[in-house]
């Protein structure tokens, strides 16, 4: 049985088809929104908003609402109080983000142990459940992704320039707050689609990977978000029919598959840039 | 003082919380003129820099530009940031940075580059002669080529005043005798401010010298006066242990052809 045969045979499961389209639309949010991530440097903040998200899952589960409501408007909320933590201090907000992100999973977590029965799709939270992706977690993430794209065509001039030297785009008057938290907001969503796929505790790695590796051989922008989209659908591709074939968490073999690329590229730049003697 | 001020401080005091950095500021900046304010490190260079840009709110007093508010008047100042090494692993390319200058205040104005925001863009790039740069990333750059991408991003903006940030600390001395021509030639038709520690480097150029540190000294003269020198601000004595130019010694007023 060729190559082809096995992964014509692996999608002709409807879970293995949405799993796929999901990776698809998770890589698109990710691949734009995790450049800017690493552009501005704020990957802790990003993890500090997953991880506060949790304490929406534990609140929305405990008073009997859809968890994915509890995450987003958690996510959104937190992304929103760092943004101002942030404009406000001008300092790096290390240490408030930590707290942020305990409080977050404390909460989530006493919630959760207080709601009564059988709670085993919360792990799904926690550590994403590819091959669970319903028909509404698809239509959310078309929803963020058509929300991200047109976010950032509308804005990439701007996004650029407060990526690239926030005072600057001060003094020329651009409304560096807004558009911040606006960025923040698509952070907080990209968060909770990402969150599906690999879980909120690899969350970090699905945003950063895909743009650090572009990152050693682009140096724009632009071309930093299109190959980071790339390199998403590529990490997913490998890693889901992996994870199938093997019989392993899915979450977890794309990111593994998407870190030791992220490697092997540096290893090969870094030896093509300094060839041996 | 008959010209027209384009940067008017009266009797500011600012700092950072319990930290005053700034204690009666009074400085006027007259269109046409090249002003270079020389301090050291920690005297308040970077605090009036901000208050000029109107980052930071003075506790006291007033601060314009162009006659009104830092606010609304810094969009006429092209500000040259003192370069980071840290800047330089951002990718981007020389031609996206100087283009930065034409941002416009409304989001929705900044979709793209308009044909006439081209022109200036390549106009400022010609100007600091690095047109031929405009495809390049800026981490390929030495420090002279990243300095004057930093002076044609500001240019691109068509300031009426130009505010330079240490301008020479990444640079070698002959890129910056460069720069400073450059300079010279901008100041025909753009008043500058150029804020520095180093002396040796601005005293030879700039029509006019003042001093920073916690108060201001300036009487728009290009002499290093004795109350610069004074105790009470200690302010050039450690530049001078460096070596004081002696073009800014009173008794060489003849040198001073730039006016």
Request: glycine share 8%; aromatic share 8%.
């Amino acid at each position: 049985m060729t190559m082809i045969d096995t992964i014509q045979n692996i999608f002709a499961y409807d879970f293995m088809r949405n799993a796929l389209f999901a990776s698809l639309l998770v890589g698109v949010v990710s691949g734009l929104v995790g450049t800017l991530v690493v552009l501005n440097r704020i990957v802790f903040l990003g993890g500090g908003i997953a991880h506060a998200a949790y304490g929406g899952i534990g609140l929305a589960y405990y008073f009997g609402q859809d968890p994915m409501l509890g995450a987003i408007l958690f996510s959104i909320l937190s992304a929103l109080g760092m943004g101002v933590v942030h404009l406000r201090t001008k300092t790096r907000s290390d240490t408030l983000i930590g707290v942020m992100w305990s409080i977050g999973m404390a909460v989530g977590i006493i919630f959760v142990s207080l709601t009564p029965g059988f709670k085993a799709d919360l792990m799904s939270y926690l550590f994403g459940s590819l091959l669970a992706v319903s028909g509404a977690d698809l239509q959310l993430m078309a929803l963020v992704a058509l929300l991200v794209i047109v976010f950032v065509l509308l804005f990439y001039r701007s996004l650029l320039a407060i990526s690239f030297d926030e005072t600057f785009s001060t003094v020329r008057n651009l409304p560096v707050a807004a558009l911040y938290l606006m960025m923040l907001v698509m952070i907080g969503l990209t968060v909770v689609v990402a969150m599906r796929v690999v879980g909120l505790i690899m969350v970090i790695a699905m945003l950063t990977i895909p743009p650090a590796t572009a990152n050693l051989f682009l140096k724009d922008m632009k071309g930093m978000m299109l190959l980071s989209v790339g390199l998403s659908w590529l990490f997913s591709g490998v890693g889901l029919v992996l994870s199938f074939t093997l019989n392993l968490q899915a979450g977890s073999v794309i990111i593994l598959v998407a870190a030791l690329s992220y490697l092997a590229a540096a290893a090969y730049k870094k030896l093509s840039v300094h060839p041996k003697p | 003082m008959t010209g027209q001020a384009v940067i008017e401080l009266k009797d500011v005091w600012a700092g950072y919380e319990s930290d005053r950095v700034l204690e009666a500021v009074n400085f006027r900046m007259e269109a046409g003129d090249y002003v270079g304010l020389i301090g050291p490190n920690g005297g308040g260079k970077t605090t009036l820099i901000k208050v000029i840009l109107g980052l930071i709110k003075p506790e006291r007093g007033s601060v314009q530009v162009m006659g009104v508010s830092p606010e609304k008047g810094r969009h006429f100042i092209g500000y040259v940031p003192q370069i980071q090494p840290g800047d330089k692993a951002f990718p981007i390319k020389v031609w996206d940075v100087v283009s930065m200058g034409r941002l416009k205040p409304h989001l929705l104005q900044n979709l793209h580059l308009s044909d006439s925001d081209k022109n200036i863009v390549e106009r400022s790039l010609r100007q600091m002669d690095i047109l031929d740069l405009a495809k390049r990333s800026i981490n390929e750059l030495s420090g002279g080529q990243r300095q004057r991408v930093t002076i044609a991003r500001a240019l691109a903006a068509e300031p009426k005043i130009l505010m330079l940030d240490e301008p020479t600390s990444s640079v070698d001395s002959r890129s910056s005798s460069q720069m400073y021509d450059l300079l010279a030639e901008l100041n025909q038709s753009i008043s500058i401010l150029l804020i520095s520690h180093d002396l040796t480097a601005i005293s030879t150029y700039v029509k006019t010298i003042g001093c920073v540190n916690r108060r201001l000294v300036y009487s728009g003269q290009k002499e290093i006066t004795s109350e610069m020198l004074g105790t009470a601000y200690e302010c050039p004595v450690d530049l001078v242990a460096h070596g004081l130019p002696h073009r800014v010694l009173p008794s060489h007023q003849e040198e001073n052809d730039h006016d």
